[in-house]
T-cell receptor, first 112, second 115 residues
């Protein structure tokens, strides 16, 4: 079945540091890929998405590129802020299944 | 409302009791999903409704779990004879059409605690 693997956290960075959170997936066909973010005390929010190979999703300075050859969708940001501290979830939606398959989440802590 | 609404936001109950959780999706969204998030873990899919089609119940962990949805409106998730392992945040999401391209929009969840 489909699966998503994320790097384990917590990831602790200083403000303005470069962020990478790795995400790889296993799926049949051509899934759509998503990053969701959960800020402290809040619900899950869609951060960005990509629906086909080589697409780049971007939002709020975050980017992720759909790499079919490496089955990856790594999240990057050039300069993190304290307000980016949250839990980030990578997810996919397969062609045969509409429900999202989530990774286990990566907690990001940004220190001033 | 503008977003997915869930109630109650918190529920504490004794082991063995039945609980009912409610989800009000975004107006016009034909697809509705229920997920469970245990402490420190990712989300587990429970059940999916798309329009008037038969629901996808493949994620329900046992026959104590059931869910209903009338048309394209409110859904209720019922857990009978609750067990301590049912303690989790139950999240509802809706999407415009249920295709894999459409992002799912999540409610704030119901935090269920079984004593």
């Amino acid at each position: 079945g489909d699966s998503v693997t994320q790097m384990e956290g917590p990831v602790t960075l200083s403000e303005e540091a470069f962020l990478t959170i790795n995400c790889t997936y296993t799926a049949t066909g051509y899934p759509s890929l998503f990053w969701y973010v959960q800020y402290p005390g809040e619900g899950l929010q869609l951060l960005l998405k990509a629906t086909k190979a080589d697409d780049k999703g971007s939002n709020k300075g975050f980017e992720a590129t759909y790499r079919k050859e490496t089955t990856s969708f790594h999240l990057e940001k050039g300069s993190v802020q304290v307000s980016d501290s949250a839990v980030y979830f990578c997810a996919l939606s397969g062609t045969g299944r509409r429900a999202l398959t989530f990774g286990s989440g990566t907690r990001l802590q940004v220190q001033p | 409302g503008a977003g997915v609404s869930q109630s109650p936001s918190n529920k504490v109950t004794e082991k063995g009791k039945d609980v009912e959780l409610r989800c009000d999706p975004i107006s016009g969204h034909t697809a509705l999903y229920w997920y469970r998030q245990r402490l420190g873990q990712g989300l587990e899919f429970l059940i999916y409704f798309q329009g008037n089609s038969a629901p996808d119940k493949s994620g329900l962990p046992s026959d104590r779990f059931s869910a209903e949805r009338t048309g394209e409106s409110v859904s209720t998730l019922t857990i009978q004879r609750t067990q301590q392992e049912d303690s989790a945040v139950y999240l509802c999401a809706s999407s415009f059409s249920g295709t894999e391209y459409q992002p799912q929009h999540f409610g704030d969840g119901t935090r269920l605690s079984i004593l």
